[in-house]
């Protein structure tokens, strides 16, 4: 009996590695161990950069928007980071909660409302700390109720139907709305509940896809831009931070990977896959929160390569961690020195969200 | 003509500025006072700069009437905060509007020729600086916040509590919109007017007073 199972374990043994390989992330999604460890070693030297920065009240650039972006940078790290490893993580989490307002957002000033409350709740979620739970879903309420809709006057016909704006306004963006959707996926916000059909009309509207965007504009290469009938790289152009954005945003709303709006945004993807720039953006501008974006993105895509438009096949992930790694300062910060825009300025901003991308590409 | 138009309105201003010192206003109470103060300086600098004083008279005047300008804007501008319905928004720019007409009516008596022209440019220069001076704020970061400080619009903005740089025209032809600044708050806006619309009176005291004093020496 115990010879024949050997027999049939050995007989199989190739079909099951086969299914094991479709069906692992680790071993699909695997990458030059040499790179993972120096990408590993760069997550690593940010978040030390990081640290050092980090000012009395436990904030960084004393922002509840960055100071969010880096703790998740930490919890969400490779180190697995917790609240029980000190200071360093629970005076930045003191910070966060000590800028709760009434109205559940999170934030410091009126202006950003949306991204520092969103943020915040992606690094208080990341905590996994139960005590955190009614300030998420005051958060969440607030959120929600940012949300453009008949509540605000505008009907389904509407272009900024559905969307989310900085919140100190009625002018909904592909950028808020994306960061707003991550957040209320994390808060594992009811699939069924309103908030994500409307939020998908808001999202069809910003994609070059004419099949599916009923705005005159609209283009068919399948990218995303930044508000309906507006880009800020000029037109109503797509490029890789929004569309990378856009990808998201469909993926949160739980639309399935083979939607052909998925499926578009996918094919702009592959049709402009570079690291070099944003593509389709000026001067290296958004360079680093593109960088973000695409990780998230092609995570959640759950592709281990990309085949671009010439056919050239690309592990994306050491793409990624070795263009990050060109771009890391010796003292292991990040910055955009082409273009500040977007705060690419900041230090303790893009090296949060470039150890928070470095985290996508390290994580198995 | 024109002064028979302007009269009600200013005596609407005058009501205005009494109803604010009486009547309790509910959320914006603490912005009004100071509000108040320094719409009277913002509208009153331009004045003062660009306007040739003659008498001591005319210069009491223009002061009245500015800061009853200011008041006027400061009671719409705490209304729109308050309710923040359109009807509402629309009467306070009405009254905005007015009280410019006002102080225009104000000058047309008192300055020399091509002084409306001078304050009118200084005006728009200062309120438009978000759109033509970006492309130096995108140069230096830090310029930022100096370029958004500069522009009057910035202050209502701060008061009515409205990140205007980020609504839809703003931020489709300026890049401040995209860059790092912060408004300050009200209170410094309130100083920094305050500070330069003293400087502004005691240049033009002196002005006004030096020739008369000579004149009653002799």
Redesign the interface.
């Known amino acids: 009996m115990m010879r024949y199972l050997a027999r049939l374990t050995i007989a199989l043994a190739p079909v099951l590695a086969v299914v094991m390989a479709w069906a692992s992330p680790a071993i699909a999604q695997s990458m030059d161990e040499g790179l993972q460890s120096r990408a590993k070693r760069a997550v690593d030297a940010g978040l030390h950069y990081l640290r050092g920065e980090q000012a009395e009240n436990g904030s960084w650039s004393d922002s509840v928007g960055i100071t969010a972006l880096a703790t998740r940078a930490y919890l969400q790290s490779h180190r697995g980071y917790n609240e029980s490893d000190g200071a360093f993580i629970t005076r930045p989490i003191a910070f966060l909660l000590s800028h709760v307002n009434d109205d559940g957002s999170i934030s410091e000033?009126?202006?950003n409302r949306n991204y520092n409350t969103a943020v915040a709740i992606n690094a208080l979620k990341a905590t996994g700390n139960p005590e955190y739970d009614e300030i998420i879903a005051n958060a969440r309420q607030f959120l929600t109720g940012l949300q453009i809709d008949q509540g605000e006057g505008y009907e389904e016909e509407h272009a900024y139907y559905g969307g989310i704006?900085?919140g100190?306004?009625e002018?909904p963006d592909l950028s808020n709305q994306y960061i707003a959707l991550e957040a209320l996926r994390d808060t594992d916000l009811d699939p069924d509940d309103p908030v994500w059909e409307k939020a998908l009309q808001f999202v069809t509207r910003t994609q070059n896809r004419s099949e599916s965007n009923d705005q005159s504009w609209a283009g068919n290469d399948g990218g995303f831009t930044y508000?309906p009938g507006?880009s800020?790289h000029g037109g109503t152009g797509s490029y890789g931070s929004m569309t990378h954005a856009g990808l998201l945003s469909l993926l949160f709303a739980g639309v399935d990977r083979d939607d052909p709006r998925v499926q578009a945004a996918h094919g702009w993807i592959t049709q402009n896959y570079t690291l070099e720039e944003n593509p389709g953006a000026k001067h290296k501008q958004g360079l680093f929160y593109y960088y973000n974006a695409f990780a998230k993105s092609m995570y959640a895509f759950g592709e281990a390569t990309v085949t671009d438009g010439e056919g050239v096949k690309h592990n994306w992930r050491e793409d990624l961690a070795a263009m990050l790694l060109s771009r890391q300062e010796q003292e292991g910060s990040w910055v955009n020195e082409e273009?500040?825009?977007?705060?690419e300025?900041?230090r303790h901003l893009v090296t949060a969200w470039s150890v928070i991308a470095l985290n996508y590409v390290v994580r198995e | 003509m024109l002064r028979s138009l302007l009269a009600p309105t200013l005596v609407l201003c005058a009501a205005g500025l009494a109803a604010a010192l009486v009547l309790p206003l509910p959320q914006p109470a603490a912005v009004s006072l100071p509000a108040t103060i320094a719409l009277a300086a913002l509208l009153l600098m331009p004045a003062v700069v660009c306007a040739d004083f003659s008498t001591l008279d005319a210069l009491r005047q223009s002061a009245a009437w500015s800061f009853l300008a200011g008041a006027c804007a400061a009671l719409a501008v705490g209304a729109a905060v308050r309710d923040g319905g359109i009807i509402t928004a629309a009467v306070a720019t009405a009254l905005v509007v007015l009280a410019g007409a006002a102080l225009w009516w104000l000058l047309e008596r008192n300055a020399p020729p091509g002084v409306h022209w001078r304050f009118t440019t200084v005006l728009f220069l200062a309120s438009s600086a978000p759109l033509w001076a970006a492309p130096l704020a995108e140069l230096h970061a830090p310029l930022a916040t100096l370029v958004a400080c500069a522009s009057p619009l910035s202050l209502l903005g701060v008061l009515m509590d409205h990140d205007y740089l980020r609504t839809a025209f703003f931020y489709q032809h300026s890049a401040l919109g995209a860059l790092s600044y912060r408004y300050p708050s009200a209170g410094a806006f309130v100083v920094a007017y305050a500070v330069g619309g003293a400087a502004l009176w005691t240049i033009a005291l002196m002005k006004t007073m030096g020739p008369r004093n000579v004149t009653e020496n002799r």
Do not use: I
């Open positions: 000033t009126n202006q704006g900085y100190g306004d002018r508000m507006f800020p273009s500040p825009r977007w705060w300025g900041n």
